[in-house]
């Protein structure tokens, strides 16, 4: 299981950008306008200061400056929800405003947030605004029409939506194709995977060591994301890792990158209109999107929600 924050590759890449967008007007003006008060981190452990970044945007709205201020963080993995815990509490323990502050965890599968259970239903309960925020790529790792299916299924009329996540504007899949793919097995890539691949070998009951399975197994493959599922948005395209054994290939991980405007078509489908797309001063083809829930914009989408 991977519980250190820094080993993630885009971590800093993903956090740049959201203070970027917190510090957009437009940001400022959402979340003044749907007083904003609750905020839930779907696959949100491992990345305190993310978490931080945001609370004290939401500290800092004039509009809800008497209110409490709620955060949800939303996990399946309870070592990622531990480790955010830890790092908020030394954040947050300076803070003038921290008696404002009400940090909450559910070690729950995000997919399933529309499903009943009274649980789940009271702790997603809020009387004013709320903010979904899903960073750090993880919508690249699952499918995103059960991720926005299950979404919408909670969301509010004015709720807003933050998702972090690689793009792929001005470059084709054909062209990422051709790129030397050694690059998603490089240092770094290596090490956030390395506790995957010891799991996949003892699980597995493979027949080689772990060095040996990360310096000579490990492949990285580009393919158009609508390949055999790996992404439901058009014109996507999905970084697999593979680890290469006798037994039998296994996926370590998949992850999606977006065309911009696929990604913002394919949450407007789900009931999300756009507020702004904001590149990370890091690395351009990586983005923050922020999104309000409300109008619809086909007839196949889902209506409208109160
Ligand atoms: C790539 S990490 C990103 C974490 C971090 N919040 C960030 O922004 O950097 C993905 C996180 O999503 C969690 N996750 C993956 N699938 C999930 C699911 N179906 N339900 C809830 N959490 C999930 C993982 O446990 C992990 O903590």
Known sequence: ??????????????????????????????????????????????????????LLSLLSNPATKDDPIRMLLV????????????????????LPDRGRLWIQA?????????????????LLERPKGAVFVITGNTIG??????????????????????????????ISVNELQSEDSSKYTDHT??????????????????????????????????RPGTQGGLSDVPGSCSVVLTLKADEGDIVLLRSARYPSKNLTAFAAR???EPICVVPSPMDKQYAQFAFRFGKVDSENGIGERQ
């Open 106 to 122: 559910l070690e729950d599968d995000l997919l399933q947030l529309d499903h009943p259970d009274p649980v789940r239903k009271s």
């Open 75 to 94: 996990d399946i993995n309870p070592y990622m929800i531990a480790q955010s815990q830890d790092g908020l509490g030394l954040f947050i323990r300076d």
């Open 189 to 222: 890539i290596l090490s956030f995977v390395r506790p995957g691949v010891e799991y996949a070998i003892r699980q597995n009951h493979l027949r080689q060591s772990l060095d040996h399975a990360l310096k000579h197994s490990v492949r990285a493959e580009v």
């Open 141 to 170: 790792n699952l499918s995103e029409r059960r991720f926005f299916t299950a979404l919408s299924g909670i969301a509010k009329k004015g709720d807003l939506l933050v998702v972090g996540c690689g793009i792929m504007d001005n």
């Open 270 to 272: 789900h009931g999300w």
């Open 1 to 54: 299981m991977i519980i250190t924050a820094d080993r993630y590759p885009t971590y800093s890449v993903c956090k740049r950008g959201l203070t970027a967008l917190f510090a957009q007007d437009a940001w400022k003006a959402a979340i003044a306008a749907s007083h904003v008060t609750h905020a839930f981190m779907l696959g949100g452990g491992g990345s305190p200061a993310k978490d931080y970044e945001l």
